[in-house]
């Protein structure tokens, strides 16, 4: 009988990985520990259709201009859609939190913790029957400003937990849902005086929004610490960061966004071009920022296309 019992403890435990990835869906895996001693964490949705010997990932990064939002995308159609539409052709999907910045945590607080959720996902693959050699990115917004800047950085910026540094944050391709590419554009840090005077006037609101993420974001006050705040948001732009090296990149953006500019993708686009990096722009027609207006039929279609991308960037050994 101890025999049996020792027989089938050996065999359980090489089906460990089977096992984790027969589950539907696990919650809430704190994937690091921040120095400030929180857990940061991440769910993991397993493909419902198992077509490959070992699961290709796309890792799902949530926006909310880096100081709202979380990783539950269930109320959303589009991004739910896609999720679950990825997982019927043998996708499994990791969506991800990451510090939000505020007066205390700024960058790279989001940019670590991105890196390290990739890091974590390399060093667990085993557990999860992940395949190493096909992890993709794919954010929205803030999300998609943050896909970018892991995308296109090496492994070598950005470095968090000691445990995890290791393990590489290479990726196949990213998925960029209008996502801000110039930080000192999208925050108008260099805003001219007449253009300050006019938001100062007439969107009083925005204008006081606007200094309170320039500080959250860079640690400085755009006031007294211009050249600073300045410096800190071109070094996290993703556009100075295209290169010939940079992985293929799906850019949708709304032609009438007016959180982020669609003139952001448009800029990216010719970067990509400019040094021959695989990419495709999908111009959402009078689509808004985050796609919210357009038809469900649109919707669809650009689910459609995000797939055909990511299948077309699957590495096959």
């Given at each position: 009988m101890k025999i049996l019992k020792s027989v089938l403890l050996v065999f359980c435990f090489f089906l460990q990985p089977s096992v984790f990835a027969q589950q539907t869906?696990?919650?809430?895996?704190?994937?690091?520990?921040?120095?400030?001693?929180?857990?940061?964490?991440?769910?993991?949705?397993?493909?419902?259709?198992?077509?490959?010997q070992k699961t290709p990932l796309v890792v799902f990064i949530h926006g909310g201009a880096w100081v709202e939002g979380n990783k539950d995308h269930e109320s959303i159609y589009y991004m739910r859609s896609l999720r679950d539409t990825l997982r019927t052709r043998g996708y499994a999907i990791a969506s991800i939190n990451y510090r939000l910045v505020n007066k205390n945590t700024h960058l790279p607080a989001p940019v670590i913790d991105c890196k390290d959720a990739v890091r974590w996902i390399r060093a667990h693959a085993g557990d999860y029957n992940f395949d190493t050699e096909n992890i993709g990115l794919w954010g929205g917004s803030a999300g998609a400003h943050l896909a970018l800047l892991i995308g296109y950085t090496g492994d070598d910026f950005a470095l968090g937990s000691q445990e995890l540094q290791a393990y590489s944050t290479k990726v196949n391709y990213i998925v960029d849902n209008f996502g801000p590419t110039d930080l000192n554009k999208v925050l108008k840090t260099k805003a001219s005086p007449l253009t300050k005077l006019i938001y100062k006037c007439f969107f009083r609101q925005l204008y006081d929004i606007r200094e309170k993420l320039i500080i959250a974001m860079t640690s400085y006050d755009i006031k007294t610490d211009k050249k600073k705040a300045i410096e800190v948001a071109k070094a996290y732009s993703p556009i100075e960061f295209v290169t010939s090296n940079a992985v293929p990149t799906l850019i949708m953006h709304g032609t009438k966004d007016f959180v982020v500019p669609f003139k952001e993708s448009k800029k990216l686009k010719k970067a990509l071009d400019q040094n021959n990096v695989d990419n495709k722009f999908v111009k959402v027609k009078k689509g808004d920022h985050g796609f919210n207006n357009i038809s469900k039929d649109q919707l669809d279609e650009l689910i459609q296309e995000t797939v055909e991308f990511i299948e077309q960037n699957y590495f096959e050994k």
């Open positions: 869906v696990i919650k809430d895996i704190t994937y690091k520990i921040t120095p400030e001693n929180d857990s940061v964490k991440l769910d993991l949705y397993f493909p419902t259709n198992h077509l490959f």
